[in-house]
């Protein structure tokens, strides 16, 4: 089992960046993709990005896609989302998870474990 834990949200204004962070304990020896979502209220959980631990490739949603990074600190256990040029419609909650699945990635039911939620909030 693998423990997540994400920090870096808050609120800041569209234009602006943030920084998210999730901190990877457990049995992270064994090899494991890496991803991010997000929940807006009301709305169900969307894939935003995802680093395969396979390739090292990275996915992204459309609607981040030359906006948000993803990054994998191995040495550190630690995943990152570098978000630039922040929209109002980037409001929600962003959850880290892993899968050991280094394929469909990008699918949110391949992931088995999940962290609590980090809180953004993008004000126009």
């Known amino acids: 089992q693998v423990q997540l834990v994400e920090s870096g949200g808050g609120l800041v204004q569209a234009g602006d960046s943030l920084r998210l962070s999730c901190a990877a304990s457990g049995r992270t020896s064994s090899p494991y993709s890496m991803g991010w979502f997000r929940q807006a209220p009301g709305k169900e959980r969307e894939f935003v990005a995802a680093i395969s631990w396979i390739s090292g490739n990275t996915y992204y949603a459309d609607s981040v896609k030359d906006r948000f990074t993803i990054r994998r600190d191995n040495d550190k256990n630690t995943l990152f989302l570098q978000m630039n040029s922040l929209k109002p419609e980037d409001t929600a909650v962003y959850y880290c998870?892993?899968?050991?699945?280094?394929?469909?990635?990008?699918?949110?039911?391949?992931?088995?474990?999940w962290g609590q939620g980090t809180q953004v909030t993008v004000s126009s």
């Open positions: 998870a892993t899968t050991i699945s280094g394929a469909r990635i990008t699918t949110l039911n391949m992931y088995e474990n």
